[in-house]
């Protein structure tokens, strides 16, 4: 049982050290560092509100949750 436990311990510690490492190749583009997070979600609520959307505005609502998050700081 001590093993299992150290083991599972182990793996979690390596899971950390992953999520340390996953954003850091990012770079950023700064394409949405001047709005807020009202202005993203207003942006992206006008956009949602489209019955059909171009591939160019699904692009740019993935990009706004994105950019949402990571100023909500959900990505570290």
């Known amino acids: 049982m001590t093993q299992l436990r150290t083991m599972v311990q182990e793996?979690?510690?390596n899971l950390?050290?992953?999520d340390e490492k996953f954003l850091q190749?990012?770079?950023s583009t700064g394409e949405?560092?001047?709005?807020?997070?009202g202005e993203l979600e207003k942006k992206k609520a006008?956009?949602?509100k489209k019955k059909k959307r171009t591939a160019d505005e699904v692009k740019?609502?993935?990009q706004l949750n994105f950019?949402?998050?990571?100023?909500?700081g959900d990505y570290k």
Request: glycine letters at 0%; hydrophobic letters at 40%; a neutral charge.
């Open 67 to 72: 950019a949402i998050n990571a100023k909500q």
């Open 32 to 37: 949405w560092t001047d709005y807020t997070i």
């Open 25 to 27: 190749n990012v770079k």
């Open 11 to 13: 793996e979690i510690n």
């Open 60 to 62: 740019t609502v993935r």
């Open 46 to 48: 006008a956009l949602m």
């Open 16 to 18: 950390d050290e992953k």
